[in-house]
């Protein structure tokens, strides 16, 4: 299974803000997307993710072998770590079981704690252990170490080198250096859209 983008143009508010994005990542694989804030990292991630339509160009991998992770921790505050974790497992058929998810992120101490109650950086690391109960194959991640500190960074990181290292994928935009040995970096402020012109600008809004 490869995911295969190719010569895609990914729009905000209705303007296209990257051109010609094309880049293919096969099983074991990870690619890291760099760009200052603002540059289009989200757009693209959710645009690859089919949470919005490209303005051109091709993505080539069934939508049920992804699973996203945005800004967002998803997790739901009245239930427990453990609810939560199991909640995610039910909706993606994960038979497989939640330990793997709570040891990964350290979070079997926590595991009957509401997850209203854990702080920020308990918070984002159980929105992270979702992503080991979607039993999919590629990973779409967006800042995923954000609220998260050098320890349960190292975690992550860990977490994704073991779905790599069992054939997944992973698409993440971040600026924090996760010493993975297989990714590759793309920097997408080499595919920055053209402004539009003053007549462009006015039939957006046509």
């Keep these: 299974m490869e995911l295969i983008v190719e010569n895609l143009s990914v729009a905000r508010g209705g303007i296209a803000v990257l051109e010609g994005v094309s880049f293919q990542l096969s099983a074991g694989s990870a690619l890291v997307l760099r760009g200052p804030n603002g540059a289009g990292k989200t757009t693209l991630l ?3 993710a089919g949470l ?3 303005l051109a160009g ?3 991998l069934d939508r049920d072998a992804m699973a996203y992770a945005g800004h967002a921790d998803g997790i739901k505050a ?5 609810e939560n974790l199991q909640f995610w497992a039910d909706v ?7 330990d793997a998810a709570l040891d990964a992120f350290q979070l079997a101490p926590l595991i009957d704690r509401r997850a209203g109650n ?9 929105g992270l252990a979702r992503m080991l109960v979607t039993g999919r194959r590629v990973w779409v991640m967006d800042e995923p170490t954000v609220s998260l500190d050098a320890a349960a960074v ?3 990181a860990a977490a994704v080198e073991r779905h790599l290292a069992e054939g997944g994928m992973a698409l993440l935009a971040t600026h924090i250096d996760l010493g993975l040995p297989s990714a590759q970096m793309l920097d997408v402020g080499g595919f920055k859209a053209k402004a539009p012109s003053l007549d462009d600008f006015d039939e957006v809004f046509l």
Excluded: D, E
């Excluded at 009245?78 to 453990?82: A, D, I």
């Excluded at 993606?92 to 939640?98: M, Q, R």
């Design 52 to 54: 919005q339509p490209p």
């Design 118 to 126: 854990l702080s920020a950086g308990q918070k984002r690391r159980l």
């Design 58 to 60: 091709q993505i080539n």
């Design 78 to 82: 009245p239930l427990t770590v453990r």
């Design 46 to 48: 959710r645009t690859v």
């Design 154 to 156: 190292a975690m992550f």
């Design 92 to 98: 993606f058929g994960f038979s497989a079981g939640i």
